[in-house]
Structures are given as C-alpha cells and as structure tokens.
C-alpha cells in the first residue's frame, strides 16, 4: 500500500473515533450493544474484537453465535455508527469506535 494512502487510512480512523466520541458515550455504546441480548458480556466481548482485524467469523465465536445471527447485528450497529466496515483482501472486517 502507497504510504500516502496508509496516511490518509490511519487519519480517517481517527476522525472517526474522534467523531463518535462526539456522538456516543461509552454506556450508551454498551447500551446499543448489550440491549436484549442472552449473553451481554459476550456481545460486549465481540464489539471489542472489532477491531478491523478479526473476521465476522471469528466476532460470532467470540459471542457464541453462528456468522449468519452476527451479521445483522453487526449491520444494524454500522447504521448506528458504532462500528464501519473496513475494506481488507480476506473477507468483512469492522472497526468499533472505542473500546467498551
């Protein structure tokens, strides 16, 4: 990757942290992610591993789900802005805002 681009890549995840921590507050971000869940300790455990280096695959394990239950979930988090999807060769990743 050119390291211009690695740049810019780097300055737009920290905008965007900088933005959602704007926006959301860390019990509101728990909130969103533990709301009607069997297990919120486990779905709080997932939203930490989005952290654009592990696969949707790997996220579902980590809660105790199957990929398929995970992605809506994980879809309804990215139109709330809590997470966004980063593009790597490998497969969807996805990157939180901040640590919970």
Not at 24 to 47: A, L, M, S
């Amino acid at each position: 990757m050119d390291e211009d681009v690695a740049k810019i890549i780097k300055q737009n995840e920290t905008i965007i942290m900088l933005l959602g921590r704007i926006a959301f507050k860390k019990e509101e971000v728990k909130e969103i992610v533990t709301k009607k869940k069997q297990n919120p300790d486990r779905y709080v455990d997932g939203y930490n591993a989005c952290d654009g280096n592990h696969t949707v695959t790997q996220i579902a394990a980590i809660v105790g789900v199957k990929a398929p239950t995970l992605v809506p979930i994980l879809q309804q988090w990215e139109e709330l802005g809590i997470i966004s999807e980063i593009e790597k060769p490998g497969g969807k990743f996805y990157k939180r805002i901040f640590p919970i």
